[in-house]
Every structure is written in C-alpha cells, then in structure tokens.
C-alpha cells in the first residue's frame, strides 16, 4: 500500500511502500481511508520538531485527521459493519497500569506521556490506504457528513474545550457571559467560531490578516466579527467572557487577556514551540488575573465524548452554514501531492488528501 511516511532518522518524507494490516484481535476492524486532512502538526513533524515513529519501525505513516469506511470487521465487532463511515481516535491509551486518566479510557489527560498518537508519537497515522483499529477508537458517522467529516477532528479540540468551560462554569451559575473571542482563523479557530454561535455566543475572530483574506469573509458570512490585530490593537476589541485560543502564539494569548472580563476563561489549544520568549509585566497579569477571578486553562487532544460531540455539532453547522463549512476545505489533493502541503506553506483552509 502507498503511504506517506517520515523518516526522523534519515531526516526525509516520502512516498512509502507499507504493508497492508490485517485484523489479529476480535475487536478490530478494517478501514479503507477515504480523506485525511492536512494541518499545522503534520508540517511540523515534517520538520522533525517532533514526532516518534512505533518501536521497531523505520518510519511513521503521518496523518490524525481523517475519514475512512469499514471494510471488514472482526468476529467480536458489535456496532460497526462494512459500508458504516468512521472518524478514528487520535490518542490510544498508555500501557501504564497506574494511569488513572488511561484506565478510565481518558487518555487525553494522561499522565504518563508514553501514549502512543496515530501519525504522531509511536503509532502510524492514516495517510495511507487501509489501517486497522479497535471498534472502541473508531466513532461513527452518518453518510450525511460524508464531505465535511474530515473535520471532525479539528473540531473535536473545540468540544473538550467547551466541556472544560462548562465545567469551570459551574462555580458562576450567576454568570451568563456570552461574549467569545477566537484567537486564530486558521481551521480551528473557525470551526471553535461556529460551536460558539451555535450556542448564542456574540463571536469574534482576531487574526493577524487583514480582513480581506477568505478566512475573514468566512467569518463574516457565519455572523462573527473579524478584527485584525494588526489594525486594531486591543484595548478596542471589547470585553468578552472567553477567549479560545487556536494560533498557537504566546504573544497573542497574553495580549488577549486584555480583553477579558472579570470570571473569564482563557483557553489555550495551540501549541508553540519552545524558546518563544517574551517579554512582559508579570506583576500586572498575575494581578489581574487574582482580582479578576480570571481561568487559564490548557487542552489537548479530546476523548471518545467530544468525538461525538463534534460530530452532533457538525450536523448543526452542515444546517446553518453549508457552504462556509464546505469553504473551510479549499482543496483536495490526491495523495501523491502531499508534498506540496507537508513541505512548502499551502495556501488555503483545510487542505486535504483524498485515497
Ligand atoms: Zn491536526
Ligand atoms: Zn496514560
């Protein structure tokens, strides 16, 4: 099977013979990978920032972001059958014993950092044309989303965070702010802009760029308001009551806390590199956040509810806003062409790669 895979080692990304798995435990099923899309994590690892191929492999078959259909399914498969469409899981649990996150099957908080990430750390991902997975890491999904569910990962960021918020939310039932900022207009942060509408939140997106890119008119056309960092410095992006935070740009994160009401939330998803220093007054934050009751909260990768989750919310923006979530993917690419999307900067969304 044609795969693309990195070498770490031998520091290349290539097309990859890869042998085609086959089913060894009850439980696991088939799939023939239909897309996957490209991301911000995937050119990274390209880079050799990071990533881990599995133990005993020369390479790891990259890929997080995907949508596949059943092919065959193991003798103990209860839910699952040929024909159904699957969004696989990202992160599996970690073999500790003591894990207490990994035993209760939350292995996106665990604690061990030995947990294996298809097409990240230890586990080949889906860029490739048939993988097989336990029946419990694959969440289904409804032939109507065909188009749109390679999505539903990056979505799934928005849904743990949403989860989070709900829960520390809990401690201000008095509170009802409905205010939200979105840092970044890059997929996550549009997808994190219409989960926000979806449940009445008055949603601004800050980027950098100008408000004539695609990504501003999409924002615009879902019913949020689009600021550009650049143009409009904070003090006059008004108060809101959560930020979610998806450019991975520590700079940003700080300077939005200046446009967070007391009892809000700042939510960080991205993830920056190291060696990202700054510069800042850290008696005024550490003093605003105290009087303010203010929340910092990080989140990362999302478990089995938030795949559900994303996929129910999914179905909601496919309703509301057809073509701006159709206008999230702006390319698709057949997987010989991966390295003009893993190599070079792509123009565009969500670029993704079709088997
Ligand atoms: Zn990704
Ligand atoms: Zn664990």
Known sequence: ??????????????????????????????????????????????????????????????????????????????????????????????????????????????????????????????MTEKIVEREKYLVPVTADLREVAVLVEPLTIMDKALREL?????????????????????????????????RGYETTVVARSPGTTPNAALTKAIGARYISSRETPVD??????????????????FESLGALAPNGALILTGVPGAGDFLKFDAGRFV??????????????????ASFTGAIASLRLMNQRWPDALRGLITSRSPLESFGSLLLEKPAGIKNVLVL
Not at 45 to 64: N, R, W
Not at 179 to 192: E, W
Not at 236 to 253: K, L, M, N, T
Not at 289 to 303: D, E, H
Request: proline share 7%; aromatic share 4%; with cysteine.
């Open 166 to 198: 709900d829960a520390v939310a809990t401690r201000l039932p008095f509170v009802g702010g409905k205010r939200a900022l979105v840092l970044g207009a890059g997929p996550v942060g549009l997808l994190g802009a219409m989960a926000f509408l979806l």
């Open 236 to 253: 006059q992006w008004g108060e809101v009551d959560v930020i979610y935070e998806a450019a991975g740009s520590p700079a940003a994160a």
């Open 287 to 304: 003093r605003e956040v105290v009087l303010k009751n203010q929340l910092i909260v990080g989140t990362v990768n999302a478990g089995k």
């Open 1 to 126: 099977m044609k795969a693309v895979g990195v070498s770490i080692a031998k520091r290349e990304v290539r097309l990859i013979d890869h042998p085609e798995p086959a089913l060894v435990r009850p439980d696991e099923v088939k799939l023939r990978i239909l897309e996957v899309g490209v991301c911000g994590t995937d050119r990274e690892i390209c880079e050799f920032k990071f990533g881990e191929p599995p133990a005993g492999s020369q390479h790891l078959v990259l890929g997080h972001e995907a949508v596949g259909e059943v092919i065959e399914a193991g003798t103990g498969v209860t839910t699952l059958k040929p024909g159904t469409l699957v969004v696989p899981m990202v992160r599996l649990p970690c073999a500790v014993p003591t894990c207490a996150a990994c035993v209760a099957e939350r292995q996106d908080f665990c604690l061990t950092d030995t947990f294996p990430e298809h097409g990240i750390r230890r586990c080949h991902g889906f």
